[in-house]
């Protein structure tokens, strides 16, 4: 397979991949239009995590754990139970927070059907997470600051009561040295754990200060002016990319299903024959005048001619017929008759389908008698023998129906009638049934001296073309080659018609 193997399939299969991008293109287009736009607003906020100068690993690691865990806050439920009563929503919004990668931001983003309230949402968010910094480090019970705050104050009860000993023993016993001494030292000791509480205390105030102002906001969000979703560009593109591609697929998909015969080289291929004629379609009602006037249409008759009479055998008596009906093969019968008699030489048509007979149509006789008739034995081919007025074509038409017409032509009449007409002419051609229709294709194929298979392009079958050629063999048929009706015209014809129609001007 080459590039132009794959572009002939896409080309024949053109209006699967325009149905397909046209389908999915309607169905998306209509979609985006019909979705409920969605606005998105985003809250930016700060999360201090470290006050000194120095950073050390412990600073890293403490950081990352600070801000997961505000971004797990956010979306707690409590935390969404509260912004749902601030914000007087019926249900919880869509909501998105994240870090912003080697900051120490996050972003809060909530979506929502109506701007501001996906503005007020977000803000709100923020707010909530801002009142509730502190119990990350409170709990439920007292902070140290609270705690030390109580040690300070029983310290300076005690630091009071210690004095006031001091001093009672310096008025009642100044020359008991040992007891103000015992009383100093105490006093002195309370002194310093008071000092010691109360730098504890000034610490945890400043961090508790400084924990105040680690969290804020920095850019509140806005009310936005266009929705986030849909996307109707980038939907519409992913859209159309999506229609060419499973159009693509389908086209293949259907190729591989389909066994209808396109090319001369799928027929060969099918048939294990050769193609010895190529017959282009033909516009109008078929016509003989038709054959010199169209110069593809009169060429193709005229090469088929040639290529039968090169045959290595002789042949005066040959079978043309196609697997099923309407295939074109008693327009070829009566055309190549035709052409071998421009050529000179003596030529009968036989119509043997006694069905549906079409000889008669294409030579515009009559066909009151006929084959049935001779092989009735109610008249001799020599009275039933019609000539047209095309020098060396003679007609037998089918005649009237008989009751068993494959009977009738497996009977030694019929055997005799082609021994005789082969005396008398040069080429005797039989317009038989579809072979797969009924018998007579394969009861006439022993007693002819060849046989060529019609096969309409676009529209014959792969599976039947072989069914066709296993009956023929069969019965021991001698099938020369294939005809390709309908076939595609080539470049040469091109050329040669374009020169005809100048020389006419």
């Known amino acids: 397979m080459d590039l132009k193997h794959y572009l002939r399939i896409l080309w024949r299969r053109k209006w699967i991949i325009v149905i397909t991008t046209v389908v999915t293109l309607t169905i998306v287009v209509v979609g985006t239009y019909k979705t409920t736009p969605i606005y998105s607003a985003t809250a930016t906020m700060r999360i201090a995590s470290s006050s000194t100068g120095s950073v050390s690993s412990y600073d890293y690691y403490y950081a990352d754990r600070l801000m997961n865990t505000y971004v797990k806050l956010a979306t707690t439920t409590p935390v969404l139970d509260e912004l749902v009563t601030r914000v007087g929503l019926g249900s919880v919004p869509e909501i998105e927070v994240k870090t912003l990668p080697q900051t120490e931001l996050i972003q809060i983003t909530v979506e929502h059907s109506n701007p501001q309230t996906a503005s007020l949402a977000a803000n709100t968010l923020a707010e909530i997470l801002i009142s509730k910094s ?66 504890q205390y000034e610490q945890a105030r400043l961090k508790a200060s400084l924990r105040e102002n680690s969290i804020s906001v920095v850019e509140p969000a806005s009310t936005p002016e266009k929705p986030a979703k849909p996307r109707k560009e980038l939907n519409i593109a992913l859209g159309f990319m999506v229609g060419a591609v499973g159009g693509l697929g389908l086209a293949f998909l259907w190729e591989n299903l389909d066994s209808t015969l396109y090319t ?17 379609p033909l516009g109008k009602e ?19 001619r040639t290529n039968i009479l090169s045959i290595d055998f002789p042949i005066r008596t040959l079978l043309v017929t196609s697997a099923k009906p309407r295939e074109g093969k008693s327009r070829i019968a009566a055309n190549l008759a035709y052409v071998m008699a421009q050529s000179g030489r003596k030529v009968v048509v036989v119509d043997c389908d006694m069905r549906v007979p079409s000889q008669y149509k294409l030579f515009s006789i009559e066909n009151k008698f006929g084959l049935s008739s001779i092989l009735e034995q109610k008249a001799t081919f020599t009275e039933e023998l019609q000539s047209i007025d095309l020098d060396g074509v003679h007609v037998i038409p089918s005649g009237p ?3 068993n017409p494959s009977e009738l032509l497996g009977t030694g009449q019929m055997k005799n009638l082609l021994d005789r007409l082969a005396t008398v002419f040069d080429l005797v051609i039989l317009d038989t049934p579809a072979a797969l229709a009924v018998a007579d ?57 374009h020169k005809k129609m100048s020389l006419k001007k």
Do not use: W
């Open 441 to 497: 294709a394969a009861i006439l194929a022993p007693m002819v001296d060849a046989i060529v298979l019609v096969v309409c392009r676009a529209k014959s079958n792969a599976g039947e073309v072989r069914i066709m050629q296993a009956q023929l063999k069969k019965v021991d048929g001698k099938v020369i080659g294939v005809i390709e009706n309908r076939a595609e015209h080539t470049n040469g014809y091109y050329y040669y018609h």
């Open 286 to 304: 078929n016509s003989f005048e038709e054959m010199n006037a169209n110069f593809s249409y009169g060429e193709s008759f005229r090469r088929l």
């Open 264 to 280: 001369t080289e799928q027929i060969e291929s099918v048939s294990k024959l050769p193609v010895i004629g190529k017959v282009p």
């Open 401 to 403: 129906l008989p009751e």
């Open 134 to 199: 502190l119990e990350l480090y409170t709990g439920s019970g007292e902070s140290s600051l609270e705690i030390l705050s109580e040690q300070v104050a029983s310290m300076e009860q005690e630091i009071a009561q210690a004095r006031t000993e001091y001093l009672n023993i310096v008025e009642s016993s100044p020359a008991d040295t040992e007891a103000i001494q015992s009383a100093q030292e105490m006093l002195d000791l309370k002194q310093q754990m008071y000092s010691s509480v109360l730098e």
